[in-house]
C-alpha cells in the first residue's frame, strides 16, 4: 500500500529539508558507517530523488562536513554548557556535566562513537576530534579552577571524568540505567573529593527522569 503522504509530497515536488537530509545521514552513519552515507541510498530511504539532495549540499563531502559540524555543536556544546552552569558546590557542578552524559538529547554517545571511529581513516577528522577533545577537556578544567583548584589538579581531575567517560563510549560499555545511577555517588566523590549531598543528588536524578525509589522497590 503506497504512503499517502509521500505521493502528496512528491506530486507537490517536495524534496525535504536541509534537516531531514542531515538526519538521515548521522542514522546511516551511525547505524552502518561512513560508507552507508551517499546520496543515492539515502534518496532512497526518504523517497526524494537525487537532485533534491543539491539544493542543501554541494556535494556528498559537503554533507560529510555538515555531520561533523552537527556532531561538534551538539555534542561538544553541550560539554561547554554544562561545565558553565551554575552550581553551588564542585560536587553539583560535577553532577550538571554528569547529566550530560546520560541524557541522549544533550550528548549522543553513538555518534561520539561513529566519529571516533571515522578519525581512524581520515587525517582531517583526527584533527577535528583531537581540537574538540582539547576544547572539552579545557572546559572541564576550567569548571574544577572556578572552585579553586590549583590548575594541574584541575588539568589531572579533567582527565580523569572525560577518559572515564570516552572510555565507556570507546568500550561500549552495557549497564542499566540503576546500575550506573547507583554508581554515581562514587564517581562523584572520585571526580572531586567531595560526596554530593542528597538534595544535589534529588534535583540530578529529577533532570533525568530517575526515580531511585521506584528501583529500591524492585519496580
Given at each position: 500500500m503506497r504512503d499517502a503522504k509521500s505521493d502528496d509530497q512528491t506530486a507537490k515536488g517536495w524534496r525535504g529539508s536541509r534537516?531531514?537530509?542531515?538526519?538521515?545521514?548521522?542514522?546511516?552513519?551511525?547505524?552502518?558507517g561512513l560508507d552507508a552515507v551517499k546520496i543515492q541510498p539515502l534518496a532512497n530511504g526518504l523517497k526524494l530523488s537525487r537532485t533534491s539532495f543539491y539544493w542543501f549540499f554541494r556535494d556528498r563531502e559537503a554533507l560529510l562536513d555538515a555531520l561533523l559540524a552537527d556532531w561538534e555543536a551538539k555534542n561538544t556544546g553541550a560539554f561547554i554548557d554544562a561545565c558553565t552552569a551554575y552550581a553551588e558546590t564542585?560536587?553539583?557542578?560535577?553532577?550538571?556535566?554528569?547529566?550530560?552524559?546520560n541524557d541522549p538529547n544533550l550528548f549522543d554517545p553513538?555518534?561520539?562513537?561513529?566519529?571516533?571511529?571515522?578519525?581512524?581513516?581520515?587525517?582531517?577528522v583526527m584533527a577535528r576530534v583531537n581540537a574538540v577533545d582539547d576544547r572539552r577537556l579545557a572546559a572541564i578544567r576550567a569548571m574544577f579552577e572556578r572552585f579553586g583548584l590549583p590548575s594541574?589538579?584541575?588539568?589531572?581531575r579533567a582527565r580523569t571524568v572525560y577518559l572515564t567517560q570516552i572510555g565507556y563510549i570507546s568500550m561500549q560499555v552495557q549497564e542499566s540505567t540503576a546500575t550506573r545511577?547507583?554508581?554515581v555517588p562514587a564517581y562523584v566523590k572520585t571526580f572531586c573529593e567531595v560526596a554530593p549531598s542528597a538534595s544535589e543528588l534529588a534535583r540530578f536524578y529529577a533532570?533525568?527522569?530517575?526515580?531511585?525509589?521506584?528501583?529500591?522497590?524492585?519496580e
Open positions: 534537516e531531514v537530509w542531515l538526519d538521515a545521514a548521522k542514522v546511516a552513519f551511525v547505524e552502518n564542585i560536587s553539583e557542578a560535577v553532577l550538571n556535566l554528569i547529566v550530560v552524559f553513538k555518534l561520539d562513537f561513529a566519529v571516533r571511529g571515522w578519525a581512524h581513516q581520515s587525517d582531517a594541574k589538579d584541575a588539568d589531572v545511577m547507583a554508581r533532570r533525568l527522569k530517575f526515580d531511585p525509589s521506584k528501583t529500591a522497590a524492585g
